[in-house]
Every structure is written in structure tokens, then in C-alpha cells.
């Protein structure tokens, strides 16, 4: 067949999260391994059979995990620290998920306030660290490798998988993390050492597995390796060259080398030397990439073309996919189709979605939907457009539909995007004239103490919150219960002496869902899931059209608490970039047009917080740096947009008016000078666990403004002692001058537990004091 249809991975939770509540379930001790291992069979064998009926030809195996591809690998190759290897048989469960999550104790911890990204404690032993996978918000565990690192195989998943599908009828292709792309993620603890260096000790042990798929039965195996698309060094590149030399050495197998999430750029020429049977590229990321790849390919090697979004939710432009590849399809003799990407970054069925206006759900493809397109397009490439052509009509009238929708076109916000100049994100004055005059207005200690702004969400809060859904508990009851929780948490704050108070968000699902059900332009969705890591999955709103503001968001609950309190109440809102970063965002215009609309919104917010008394307005950006794109070369231009949206959304209030920004992390080396461009009044970053040397960015760039860098981790239900916060503060004391401090925790309370929070905020006031004496 000329024109095949394969597919690179597929959602492995299950379309009603099976596998996560199986595993929890396991975790718990309510279910054993048996039945956790029949829920994932199930589930394997429900995919297999929903690809083969959609028409996908190539269908792919070992793409299942119970919590992560990477760490899979890691025990693939037996990348298995000895702190683990203790813990049992290195294809135990026991051992995969004490790499996975620590031998914790208390299950309630699951990291950051958000639930993107989180770090983890508990129990003995730790987990391994985690990490975003690329530009993506799925979580890998990452390798840990020791100089000398031994290899050993354990085939068992990838091989069983394989038989397994073969006894239901299925020819899979087994899906791998190539050896450089797996190395280059590798970390290890000795300092300086580089994990690349083990790429030899490493390749025996690819080759025999790849052996022991052959005579599984294999006849191909797809071989990823994202990294690809990075800046590579020398170094990388001879890495591949020399790793795929030799596993081009087994015999009887075909490599199908799959780049994914980018161009390759420069990397293109490697990629194209090397003796593999197939390479699959991005052309959704990089169309502009077709030529080169097609020029420089050689005439055996089977192209895999990555023509439909991986990445996102919206549906394909069949008719132009047809006009673009119909020549590509005739000159190469063979080619493949394929997603950009496995389908993992996406929800699985649009089925499931029974609320969605009918208009939006028309132009929206998930994994399952994807799949179908890919095989009507395999039918238009291969016997031509007239077998297809219903599908084609209908799906030119959505995608018509979408162009021309008002929905997508709200002439008002354009109009008004239109007027934006760089006016409108400039404060009227340099930031030492504002200091001034908010430290007149506000009247604050050096040092104030403050949170970030959420606090603990109960098992009460959450079941109000799904009364209320539900219709249980009706709007009068919710907004009672939601008062006293407020009114509580502002008395308990005052009681122990914090200067900028909060509210707790506790009227808050989700600090981007909060905002997004409020502006027009979003859709929500049911059950449109989508994996975080391990068991942890997310909704991400969905953003199909112009972004408007229609009346305030957050104003009511912000005058409720400022009216319990002659302390100054922060005004919490969400800013542009987070809630785009953590959105399916329109694909149909720039992502910084939408940021740009969105920041118009927040702005909004933010003066009528300002007109309604709000004399401080923390605007979060907690997944600012999480935007960077892969390349280097790409990141001034998003840094530009971003700053630029984020300084839109602040820039309207007067002088007096003190803006804060959050951000849920301290790596800031890089980026410092964007930071700075952000000009917020104040920042507030995560800085406990690393005892204040992240702060260093700050100091070096010489950070102007002032700066709140976390004393309180609250990542773990630990109560960090009077003593060792103060030790904290002296220490930034010593970096930064001590009028520009403040002291706060880390990030948000909500994970956390009262009794955890009481104590610690209570000793960060004290710690506060004893540092406001120390640094006099
Ligand atoms: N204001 C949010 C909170 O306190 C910020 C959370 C975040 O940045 N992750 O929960
Ligand atoms: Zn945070």
C-alpha cells in the first residue's frame, strides 16, 4: 500500500480515567496487582481494537504506562538506583512505583497548588525527580544515571506488550525512547559528569532488545527520539550517529526513528544520515520543514509525515491537507501519515462530550476523532478525493463554520486590540516614584508578611463546592459557606499579625477554570482529560474564540473580605500568560494575539479592583517560563509577547497601586532580563528548598524591585521552624537589600492541611520579626 495511516501512541488513562482509578485504587491497598493488571490488559486491548476499527494501519504497542514512558525506560534498561534496587525485583511493581511517587506516606501530597508540576516527599525513600517533557504539561521522571552505570535488560514490558497484541490479532509496532534522546533526559548526581558518556554501555543493551522483539515478531519499531529538536551539541550529534550505526547492526527489523514537537532544524542532516528505514517528522510544529526533509531523504527511506495536531484539539483542514500532500504521496512512491506526535497530549473521545455547544464541539477533533481523519485522509491520498468526498464537504463546512463564526470574531475586542499601543503596558511612572508612593498608601513594615494566596482547600470546601455543582446545596447556601470560610481565614490572618492579607481563594476551582468560565471566547468540557503525570490528569479549558470580559470576576468576593479587615486585602487574579499556557489554545491566529486579548481582560479585572478600594492586585503567572519554546532562537519573541501581555494586564492602575506577580518556580538564570521587563512591583518565587541560592539571579541582574522569595515549603506538610526561616531571610538579607524583601511561603496553601499552615505562618510572622531586627 503507497499510503499507510500509523498512529505514534495513544492516551493510555482511559476514556473515563480507568487506569488512574485503578492505580489509586492499587495504591490505597483496595485493589491487588491482579486486578490492577487485568484493568490495564483491558484497557490495551480496548485501544488496539478502537485504532484497528478506525482504519489505522500501523498501530502501536509498549506506548501504555502505569505512570510514565520514561521512567518505563529507565527500568527497561535497568537504570534503577540502588535505593530502589533494594526495594524489591527490578520488574516489581513495588519498585517501579517507589521510583515513581517515594514510598510516601501520605497520599494526600501531591505537590504544587495547580497540579502542574509538583514535587513530592514522604515516606523513606523519595521519588525521582520530575520533569515537563519538552513544551508539553506530561511529566517524566527523570534518569537518574552514576558514572559507571551498568545496563542490564528487562524486556519483559515491551515484548509482552507486543505478544499480547498479537494474540488479540494485532500487528503492532512497538513504540521506544531512543538511547540519545533517554541519555540526553538523564541527570546524575556526580557533579559534572555526563550522562551521554554512557551511550556506549547503553547500546548493547537497545540492541538486544530489539533482537528479542524480531524474533517476538516485530517487524518494525518505532524509535523516539524529541530530542532532535533541540540545540544539540557536536557531541549529540555524534551521539546519534554512533548509537544508530550500531542498531542498524540487528538484522530483520526496521526503525521507524520518530522526531516529534519541532523542526530539526539544523539537526536535519543528522537525521537524514542516519541508517534507519523510516523517519516520521513534525510538519503540524513545522510544516516549512517538508522540502528540506523531502530533498534530502533518500529514496528508500519511508517518510512518516506528522500531518495532523497532536498537540491540540482542534479539527484538520482535510481539503488543504490534500492539496499540500497529494504531490508528496505521488512523487515518494510510499509515505506514511501520522499524527505529529503520539496522541497522549490529547483528550480521547469527543463522544463524551454532551455539553458542549454543538456549534464549538463541530470544530473540535480529540484522540479518537484524530484518528478517523487520519484514515480519511489515508483513503483521499491513496484512491483519490472523489471516495471521500462527503467527509470532505462536511468537514469544509466546519472548518468554514469556524473561519466565520462570531464566535471567533468579536469585532468589539478586536477593535479595541487594535488601539493597544505601548502606552497601554507602561506605568505612569519609573518603579522607584511608585515605591514611594505605595509605601505612603499602604504603610507597611519593611519585611510584610504575606501569602500567595490560596489557602487550605478542605475536604469540606471541595464537597460544598460539588453540593453546589450538583444542585445539593443551592447558590444562597454556597455563597454562606463560602463567606464564613473567607471570613474565617481573614480573622485568623489578622489574629497572627500578617500585614497583606488574602481572601483563600476558596470560592476557586482552578486558578485558570476560575477565570476561564468567566470570560467569553472558553469551553469546558466534561471528561476531556488529559495526563499530568502519573494518575494525576487535568482539563485544560478550551479556548476557541475571542476573549472578552463581560462583567467582574472577582471584585464581589475581594470587597466581601476587604470589609472584615483595615488591612490591606490583595486582590488575586490569574494573568495572561498562565491561563493560555495551561489552555487548548485557537489555532487559527497567533498565540500572542490571543495572550494579548486576554491580557486585555485581566486588565479590566484589575481596575475595577483598583476603583473598588484594592490598593495591592497580585496578578499569578505561574507557567510563564513553562511557555519557552524549545529553541533558543525562539525565546526572545515569546518573551516579548508574554512580558508585553502580562505589563498589559497590569499597566492601567496609578501609581499607588501595588502590583504583585507570582511564579511557581526559580530558575530564573535565564530569563532574568524578562523578568525585570515584567516590572511588577513585587515577585514572589519558590526559594526554600533551594536555601535562597536561586536567588542569585536576582542578585546578579540586580533586580530592582521588590522580591518575596518563598521561606515556607509548602510542598510538604512539614513545619519549617522560627530559626531556620529567619536563617532564610538574613541570608536574602545579605544578597538583596532588605527594604526590597518581603516573607511569604512558597507557593499557594491550597494542598495543604490547616494544621500544617497554622503553625508555619505563625512562625513566619515571628521569623519575619526576629529577621526585621536582625537586618535593621
Ligand atoms: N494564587 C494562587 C494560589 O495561591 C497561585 C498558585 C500558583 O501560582 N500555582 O493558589
Ligand atoms: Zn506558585
Redesign the pocket.
Known amino acids: 500500500m503507497p499510503v499507510s495511516a500509523a498512529n505514534l501512541g495513544f492516551p493510555r488513562i482511559g476514556p473515563r480515567r480507568e487506569l488512574k482509578k485503578a492505580v489509586e485504587a492499587y495504591w490505597a491497598g483496595k485493589i491487588g496487582q491482579d486486578e490492577l493488571l487485568a484493568t490495564a490488559r483491558g484497557l490495551r486491548a480496548a485501544t488496539w481494537d478502537r485504532q484497528k476499527a478506525a482504519g489505522i494501519d500501523v498501530i502501536p504497542s509498549n506506548d501504555f504506562s502505569f505512570y510514565d514512558q520514561v521512567l518505563d525506560t529507565s527500568v527497561m534498561v535497568g537504570a534503577i538506583p540502588e535505593i530502589y534496587r533494594v526495594l524489591g525485583a527490578a520488574d516489581s511493581l513495588d519498585v517501579y512505583f517507589a521510583m515513581a511517587r517515594g514510598t510516601r506516606t501520605d497520599p494526600q501530597d501531591e505537590g504544587?497548588?495547580?497540579g502542574h508540576g509538583a514535587a513530592r516527599d514522604g515516606g523513606d525513600v523519595p521519588a525521582q525527580e520530575m520533569t515537563k517533557w519538552f513544551d508539553t504539561n506530561y511529566h517524566y521522571m527523570v534518569p537518574e544515571v552514576e558514572p559507571g552505570q551498568a545496563f542490564a535488560l528487562n524486556a519483559a514490558k515491551p515484548v509482552e506488550h507486543f505478544r499480547e497484541a498479537r494474540a488479540l490479532g494485532h500487528q503492532t509496532r512497538p513504540v521506544i525512547l531512543g538511547p540519545v534522546t533517554f541519555l540526553l533526559l538523564a541527570k546524575s548526581k556526580a557533579e559534572g559528569f555526563d550522562p551521554l558518556s554512557l551511550l556506549p554501555a547503553l547500546l548493547p543493551v537497545y540492541a538486544d532488545l530489539l533482537a528479542k522483539l524480531r524474533d517476538a515478531g516485530a517487524d518494525w519499531v518505532q524509535i523516539d527520539e524529541p530530542a532532535l529538536v533541540l540545540d544539540l551539541s557536536d557531541a549529540a550529534r555524534a551521539a546519534y550517529a554512533a548509537a544508530y550505526a550500531e542498531l542498524a547492526q540487528v538484522d530483520g527489523l526496521k526503525l521507524m526513528l520518530a522526531t516529534y514537537f519541532g523542526a530539526l532544524g539544523d539537526n536535519l542532516a543528522t537525521a537524514l544520515s542516519l541508517p534507519v528505514a523510516g523517519l516520521h517528522v513534525d510538519l503540524v510544529r513545522a510544516p516549512e520543514q517538508l522540502d528540506a526533509v523531502i530533498a534530502g531523504a533518500r529514496d528508500d527511506l519511508l517518510l512518516s509525515l506528522g500531518v495532523i495536531d497532536g498537540r491540540n484539539i482542534w479539527k484538520a483542514d482535510l481539503t488543504a491537507l490534500l492539496d499540500r500532500y497529494e504531490a508528496v504521496a505521488k512523487a515518494r512512491g510510499e509515505i506514511q501519515i501520522a499524527p505529529s506526535c503520539s496522541l497522549l497530549h490529547t483528550p480521547i473521545d469527543l463522544a463524551l462530550e454532551t455539553a458542549l455547544d454543538p456549534e464549538v464541539k463541530d470544530w473540535l477533533a480529540f484522540a479518537a476523532q484524530k484518528l478517523e481523519e487520519l484514515s480519511v485522509l489515508r483513503l483521499g491520498l491513496a484512491d483519490g478525493r472523489y471516495v471521500i468526498s462527503d467527509e470532505l464537504a462536511a468537514n469544509a463546512d466546519a472548518i468554514a463554520n469556524r473561519r466565520k463564526s462570531p464566535l471567533t470574531n468579536n469585532a468589539a475586542v478586536r477593535a479595541r486590540l487594535g488601539q493597544v499601543d505601548e502606552s497601554w503596558g507602561r506605568r505612569a511612572l519609573p518603579f522607584a516614584d511608585r515605591i514611594a508612593r505605595q509605601q505612603a498608601h499602604l504603610g507597611l513594615p519593611i519585611l510584610p508578611t504575606t501569602t500567595?494566596g490560596s489557602f487550605p482547600q478542605t475536604a469540606e470546601v471541595r464537597k460544598a463546592r460539588a453540593a453546589h455543582g450538583k444542585g445539593e446545596l443551592d447558590d444562597a447556601g454556597y455563597e454562606k459557606f463560602l463567606q464564613e470560610e473567607t471570613a474565617r481565614t481573614v480573622r485568623w490572618q489578622e489574629e497572627i499579625g500578617i500585614d497583606v492579607l488574602v481572601h483563600g481563594e476558596f470560592e476557586r476551582n482552578d486558578m485558570v477554570q476560575y477565570f476561564g468560565e468567566q470570560l467569553s471566547g472558553f469551553a469546558f468540557t466534561k471528561a476531556a482529560w488529559v495526563q499530568s503525570y502519573g494518575s494525576r490528569c487535568v482539563r485544560p479549558p478550551i479556548i476557541y474564540g475571542d476573549v472578552a470580559r463581560p462583567l467582574p470576576m472577582t471584585v464581589t468576593w475581594w470587597q466581601y473580605a476587604q470589609s472584615l479587615t483595615s488591612k490591606p486585602m490583595k486582590g488575586m487574579l490569574t494573568g495572561p500568560v498562565t491561563i493560555l499556557n495551561w489552555s487548548f489554545v485557537r489555532d487559527d491566529q497567533p498565540r500572542s494575539d490571543t495572550c494579548r486579548q486576554i491580557a486585555l481582560a485581566i486588565r479590566d479585572e484589575v481596575l475595577n479592583l483598583e476603583a473598588a478600594g484594592a490598593k495591592v492586585i497580585q496578578i499569578?503567572e505561574?507557567a510563564l517560563r513553562e511557555g519557552l519554546p524549545l529553541r533558543r532562537a525562539d525565546w526572545q519573541h515569546y518573551l516579548d509577547w508574554a512580558v508585553e501581555s502580562f505589563r498589559i494586564s497590569a499597566s492601567g492602575v496609578a501609581p499607588e497601586t501595588q502590583i504583585h506577580t507570582?511564579?511557581?518556580?526559580s530558575e530564573f538564570n535565564e530569563i532574568i532580563t524578562s523578568i525585570g521587563a515584567m516590572d511588577a512591583d513585587v515577585i514572589?518565587i519558590?526559594t526554600s528548598r533551594s536555601k535562597m541560592e536561586l536567588l542569585d539571579a536576582f542578585v546578579d541582574y540586580r533586580y530592582p524591585n521588590e522580591i518575596g522569595p518563598g521561606v515556607y515549603d509548602?510542598h510538604s506538610p512539614r513545619i519549617p521552624p522560627v530559626g531556620e526561616m529567619q536563617d532564610l531571610l538574613v541570608k536574602a538579607g545579605g544578597r538583596l537589600a532588605a527594604r526590597q524583601l518581603w516573607v511569604n511561603p512558597?507557593?499557594?496553601l491550597k494542598t495543604r492541611k490547616w494544621e500544617d499552615v497554622k503553625p508555619a505562618l505563625v512562625n513566619m510572622v515571628e521569623a519575619a520579626k526576629g529577621a526585621r531586627i536582625a537586618l535593621a
Request: aromatic share 6%.
Open positions: 504544587c497548588a495547580h500567595i499569578d505561574a507570582h511564579m511557581c518556580y514572589s519558590e509548602i512558597d507557593c499557594g
